[in-house]
């Protein structure tokens, strides 16, 4: 993609599509407006933002609009003139002048209080400021970017958030996903500050068992990554095998996942084994992970591959005399394995093979998409955002899908 992201760890469809947007609105001095929940690293988000725009050799200045007081954050904001006001000693610069030229980070701005939304509007609009006890403006050359964590619509609604400044701030929303949304990026976060962690303390690496892994994806993870990264240093501080075992987890963790022999088994995903997300097909006759073996599995020339099985019976396709379908198409892929030919190995149907079946083109799309989401709720045990993720679609539209379906 080309975009700068150091520091934002995770491969998940819903990241991808937010670097996606990134990568449009970096370039421009749009004003962005970053919404997430507390622990989601919007900072980090902002910071790539800033880095990937043509002000990334300018300042880059944040100030958390909540953790100063009311009464202080104008002065911090735009500065102050001597004698503005007690202990105002000399003249000082504020945040909007140390960032001229470069980008201010506004986090946390649904904090603000409104007699100071006005004046946050009035740079927005005019591109000036006026320092506290000060009879002039000053010119500023910024780029605004705000972060919060409420629902602005909401505060403005009940009166705590300007309307015209909430539409000011907006012209390009992003929006960070809760950790419980990005699928396999726990288990990649996991791993990344567990190694963090153990390097720092020079200890060897903790690997984490089936049973934990299964845990900490059935977590919730309400406070998001600052939490996960909390749970991942008090592990490698008390666990003292090289194992991280169900034993090792917060008290808290595993009260909110219950009994572990109900939760899904955790199928790494490409990403997780540090594979291109599209690996290479396996070879003709080769084996891959995932594909059935043993005494049950089907084998020799008269083996049938089911799902080209429900493939032919859609396109009306059959084998060459003496062969198995499942001869004549490559294997099914595993999840996060490349699908084979220009393609990807699927026979299409043709006008006239739909006329025989008596559908038409909607009827056609509809039945692939909700067998091919019934396909995916079963492969993931029912776990919608592990579902998501195997058809590489948000959580939300996966959620739509199927209730228009009646699938839920």
């Known amino acids: 993609m080309g975009i700068k992201t150091e520091g934002i760890i995770g491969q998940s469809t819903t990241l991808k599509e937010v670097f996606r947007t990134l990568a449009k609105v970096a370039p421009t001095d749009s004003t962005v407006l970053v919404t997430g929940e ?39 904001l735009f500065g102050h003139e001597k004698g503005a006001f007690t202990h105002a000693i000399k003249t000082r610069p504020g ?116 049973d934990t892994r299964k845990a900490l994806m059935a977590y919730s993870w309400p406070g998001n990554i600052r939490e996960l990264e909390n749970f991942m240093e008090r592990v490698s501080i008390l666990c003292e ?27 790494p995903q490409a990403e997780e084994r540090h594979e291109p997300e599209c690996a290479p097909s396996a070879p003709s006759g080769s084996s891959r ?10 084998s020799g020339p008269g083996a049938r591959d089911t799902h080209m099985d429900e493939r032919a019976i859609l396109t009306g396709a059959a084998p060459a005399p003496g062969r198995s379908l499942a001869s004549e198409a490559p294997a099914r892929p595993f999840v996060g394995e490349a699908l084979a ?41 029912g776990v919608k955002n592990q579902a998501a993720e195997i058809l590489g679609i948000k959580r939300t539209t996966l959620i739509e899908k199927l209730k228009k379906r009646n699938m839920e």
């Open 38 to 76: 507390s622990g989601t690293g919007k900072e980090l988000l902002v910071r790539a933002l800033h880095d990937n725009s043509l002000r990334s050799d300018k300042p880059f200045i944040p100030i958390n609009c909540g953790a100063i007081p009311k009464d202080l954050l104008e002065s911090e």
């Open 95 to 210: 945040r909007f002048e140390m960032a001229d030229g470069g980008t201010i980070f506004l986090d946390e701005i649904g904090d603000m209080d409104l007699t100071l939304q006005v004046k946050i509007l009035r740079v927005l609009q005019e591109k000036e400021i006026e320092r506290v006890g000060g009879n002039g403006v000053k010119k500023v050359d910024v780029r605004v970017v705000a972060a919060t964590n409420r629902d602005l619509e909401a505060e403005v609604a009940a009166g705590r958030f300007r309307e015209d400044l909430y539409y000011r701030l907006n012209v390009i929303p992003l929006h960070l996903p809760a950790l419980r949304e990005r699928g396999g990026d726990i288990m990649l976060l996991v791993e990344h500050f567990l190694k963090s962690f153990c390097k720092k303390r020079n200890r060897s690496q903790l690997t984490v068992s089936p």
């Open 241 to 267: 095998g090289p194992i991280v075992a169900v034993s090792d987890l917060p008290q808290k963790l595993l009260d909110s996942v219950g009994d572990l022999a109900g939760l899904p088994e955790h199928v």
């Open 289 to 298: 992970p995932g594909a059935p073996s043993g005494p049950g599995a089907p």
């Open 341 to 381: 030919g220009p393609h990807f190995g699927f026979i299409w149907p043709t006008l006239e093979i739909l006329d025989q079946k008596g559908m038409d083109l909607k009827v056609f799309l509809d039945t692939v998409e909700e067998r091919l989401l019934a396909e995916a709720l079963q492969r993931a045990d």
